[in-house]
Every structure is written in structure tokens, then in C-alpha cells.
């Protein structure tokens, strides 16, 4: 049982993930690859996001330290170790049960035993696994058998939902933890619980389709596939790309007042200056001083030697500051067509 193996067998569950996640996963990153592709060229580089802390370092190598060890090291399976047919003779399971180390008492293996001789138990050994059948005394029929499997895989979803809840405290994260909690905690609230609830339905209802006394062993197959899904979320929950915190309008009022009481002095000091003879030729004579310097430097050559040598893009440049000019514009005045 390989890895590409259990990727085969639920290439259809995974394609049904990808429909569901997908159209709310891609816009974001089409539009974070878009940004950096098209970029415009700045004299200081982009503020890096700030490192993890201590704390979150230690916790994500724990974490995935554990669930490495769980993915080469998996629950027992008497059918996986040595590798025989889930229809085998109760001879060969005995067998294969005694050269178990002895954990459990002689009681439960020989219940274990009489419930591997029914056709269905077998079917539910392959589809819950080895506790199910080996743990649970009062268990007789196959919803009992998925209700006593229930709290493992819901408290495997459970603890990596309390770990991206404790990545995304200030304390343990970071800085950038309330931003990336605000951006893709919803996101990834949602891969949690829709996977927990995908997991519990292709177990209980997927066909395993017996053939040549054998068939899918489910439980060790999903285990695979949920340890993965383990060991990937928090780490791509940590370094996904951050968007840029949204301003806050209550914070830009005082700014946008002092802005709008200067413009309004610059044109009383404007229409002031106007007025008088004197400082009108002045004026414009500084008006035209500026000017004549501007044409001076666009046309020296050492100008744009120095710019080329820079590795400023100058059209770019020009491109990005008129689109962000008619953005604010439009955002400010909206003209109704």
C-alpha cells in the first residue's frame, strides 16, 4: 500500500475537494501572482512579513514530527502486515493476530476472531479498521461500528482546528497572526469541517467491491490521506501570502480634515499672491525657473543614463502612478452612466 496508491483510489474525492475549494482558493491566487507579475518597480523592496516566533516554530516541528511518525507508522492492520486478503481463512488471521505482540487480553482477540468470521465484519475491518472491531464490545452492526469510529476522526479535525485557533494568537504567532487569522481563517475553518464531514460519509458509504477475496482497505487508505491533510494545513496556513491590512477610515478622518484645511490655505494663498503686483511677477518667474530646470533634466542624458542604470522602468512607472491615480479618482467621484 504506497502513497500513489491511496491517491488513485480516492482521485475522486480529491477532485470533489477541489471543485468545492477551488473557486475560492484560485481567485486568490491568480490575483497574488497577477500582483507580483505586473508590480511596478519601487525604489524600496515590498515589507517582508515578519518571521515566525519561537513559540510557533516549536509547535509546527512537534506537530509535524508526530504526524510523520503516524504516516510511516500507522495503526495495526492484520491484513496489511504481513499483507493477506481481507477474505482470508480464519486460520491465516489467527495466525497473523498471534504473531502480534500481546497487547489485549485473550478475551477480545478471540471476540475479535469470531466477529472476523461473518462476511460483513470482515467489510468493516477493512472500513474502520482494527480498534472498532477489537475495542468495542456492545458494536454488532455497522452503524455501530462508524459511531464508535466517530470520535477519532472527529477529534483528529478537532486539535488541527485548536492549532490554527493557537497560530492565530499574537502570543504564539506573531505579529502577522490577527492578519492572517482575519484573511484565511475562514477559509481554512471551512477545509476542516467540510473534509471531517467528507471523510465520515466515504467511510460509512463508500463500496468497497469485493474481488478475488479481496478489496479496498478504506481505513488504512483514509488515514493516509488524513495525515497528510494534517501535516499540510498548518504549514500552509503560516505561509500563505498576506494581503495588506485594510485602512481604517476612523484613523484617515483627521488626516483627510488636515489635508483638506492645507489645500484650502494653499488656494487663499494662491488667490493672495495673485492680487498683488509683486508677487505675481515673482511668481511667475519662479513658475518658469522650475519649468525651464525640469526640461533641463528630462533632456540631459546623465539623467537617464543614472535611471537606466537604476533599473527603473520609467513607463512602468508612468502606467502605475496613472492607474492609481484614475483608481482613486473613480473611488472617490463615481459618475453615473
Not at 82 to 88: D, L, S
Not at 251 to 264: D, G, Y
Not at 267 to 294: C, H, W
Request: hydrophobic share 45%.
Amino acid at each position: 500500500m504506497s502513497l500513489l496508491d491511496a491517491l488513485s483510489a480516492y482521485k475522486s474525492l480529491l477532485t470533489l475537494l477541489v471543485v468545492i475549494f477551488g473557486p475560492s482558493l484560485l481567485p486568490r491566487l491568480l490575483v497574488y501572482l497577477t500582483q507580483r507579475r505586473h508590480r511596478p518597480p519601487t525604489l524600496q523592496p515590498p515589507t517582508p512579513t515578519p518571521p515566525l516566533p519561537l513559540y510557533a516554530q516549536a509547535l509546527l516541528t512537534i506537530h509535524t514530527v508526530y504526524l510523520l511518525l503516524q504516516l510511516f507508522h500507522p495503526p495495526y492492520d492484520i491484513f496489511s502486515n504481513p499483507a493477506i486478503p481481507i477474505f482470508a481463512p480464519n486460520a491465516i488471521v489467527r495466525e497473523a493476530l498471534s504473531r502480534k505482540v500481546p497487547r489485549d487480553p485473550l478475551p477480545i482477540q478471540e471476540l475479535l476472531l469470531s466477529r472476523l468470521q461473518k462476511y460483513d465484519n470482515r467489510l468493516n475491518y477493512a472500513r474502520f479498521g482494527h480498534a472498532p472491531l477489537s475495542d468495542c464490545v456492545w458494536c454488532e452492526t455497522t452503524e455501530d461500528y462508524a459511531l464508535y469510529s466517530l470520535p477519532s476522526a472527529l477529534s483528529a479535525y478537532l486539535s488541527e482546528a485548536l492549532l490554527l485557533g493557537v497560530l492565530s494568537l499574537r502570543i504564539v504567532g506573531g505579529r502577522a497572526a490577527p492578519l492572517r487569522a482575519d484573511q484565511w481563517r475562514t477559509t481554512f475553518g471551512w477545509t476542516i469541517s467540510l473534509t471531517c464531514i467528507g471523510e465520515c460519509l466515504v467511510r460509512y458509504l463508500y463500496d468497497l467491491n469485493p474481488a478475488n477475496g479481496d478489496c479496498l482497505h478504506l481505513s488504512s487508505k483514509l488515514h493516509i490521506l488524513r495525515t497528510i491533510l494534517r501535516l499540510l494545513l498548518p504549514l500552509t496556513y503560516v505561509f500563505l501570502p498576506l494581503a495588506p491590512p485594510r485602512p481604517q477610515l476612523a484613523a484617515l478622518v483627521p488626516s483627510l480634515v488636515q489635508a483638506q484645511n492645507s489645500l484650502r490655505l494653499l488656494g487663499l494663498t494662491r488667490t493672495a499672491i495673485k492680487r498683488d503686483p509683486r508677487f505675481r511677477r515673482t511668481s511667475t518667474m519662479v513658475g518658469e525657473e522650475q519649468a525651464r530646470q525640469m526640461a533641463q533634466a528630462r533632456a540631459d542624458p546623465d539623467v537617464h543614463e543614472a535611471i537606466a542604470l537604476s533599473g527603473i522602468d520609467q513607463e512602468a512607472v508612468r502606467q502605475g502612478a496613472g492607474k492609481w491615480v484614475r483608481d482613486g479618482w473613480q473611488s472617490l467621484i463615481r459618475v453615473e452612466e
